[in-house]
């Protein structure tokens, strides 16, 4: 997504917009469990409705600001987000990571090594050295996943986690670790499914909750189900089941 860039008018204290710049709304820095846990998957990304307050770096720390260019939250975060169901996650100097809603008041206290951002009103935590911590918004620790390398952000009410050397699986909101992933699931829930690719063949099918796969892996390409419909290709034809 493309974006004006803003920069601090330091007379009035407000953000003069400089017109067709690009300003990254995503950091490298951020979040989503990297080397200790996951990555935004498709699905993931806040639309365009979402995004009201942007965050702009001021020196070494970041600010936000409103599509007019106000400061509405003052630089005081070494690290920090675009917001997801009314949080972003930020980090104060030292580190740490926590949540602020939209009027910059924490509501998840920087305590914590990494964070991912909300989905489905669950994100995912890590102290230093721990393992993954699922989350509310209100910030009240839930369950931990004992093992995990990677936990990634729900969707579809599940989570794809990777376990030491034991491999993938996908975990409900309750924590329950649906079941082991043998061969070949990609991506996250839909409507109850998701696409799965055989190992042999690198055709893709899909699977229900419960691991079964209930079409069979036959497709080139497919998509995710969307109002009970998704779209495959088959052969160079594209179509929809």
């Known amino acids: 997504m493309m974006s004006k860039l803003f920069t601090p008018d330091h007379g009035t204290g407000r953000a003069r917009v400089l017109a067709g710049l690009f300003y990254p709304l995503f950091f490298a820095s951020f979040l989503m469990f990297t080397s200790c846990g996951p990555g935004e998957h498709a699905g993931a990304t806040p639309t365009d409705a979402e995004i009201r307050l942007i965050p702009v770096r001021i020196g070494d720390l970041y600010q936000y600001i409103d599509g007019s260019g106000q400061v509405v939250i003052p630089a005081k975060f070494t690290q920090a987000t675009i917001f997801r169901e009314g949080l972003a996650a930020v980090a104060v100097p030292g580190g740490s990571f926590g949540f ?27 102290y230093r050295g721990g393992e993954p911590i699922a989350i509310n ?47 070949g699931a990609v991506g996250y829930y839909s409507e109850g499914l998701v696409l799965t690719k055989d190992g042999t063949t690198g055709k893709f ?37």
């Open 137 to 183: 918004a209100s910030g009240a620790e839930l369950f931990t996943l004992e093992n995990c390398a990677i936990a990634r952000i729900f969707h579809g009410g599940r989570a794809l986690c990777d376990f030491h050397g034991k491999g993938s699986a996908y975990v409900d909101k309750a924590g329950v670790v649906n079941f082991l992933i043998t061969d």
């Open 205 to 241: 099918g899909y699977m229900d909750t419960t691991g079964t796969v209930v079409i069979a892996p036959r497709f080139d390409q497919a998509s995710p189900f969307n109002d009970g419909r998704a779209k495959v290709i088959t052969s160079g034809k594209q179509g929809v089941i």
């Open 100 to 126: 602020i809603n939209e009027m910059g008041e924490f509501v998840v206290e920087p305590k914590y090594g990494s964070v991912t951002g909300f989905s489905e009103g669950m994100a995912w935590v890590r």
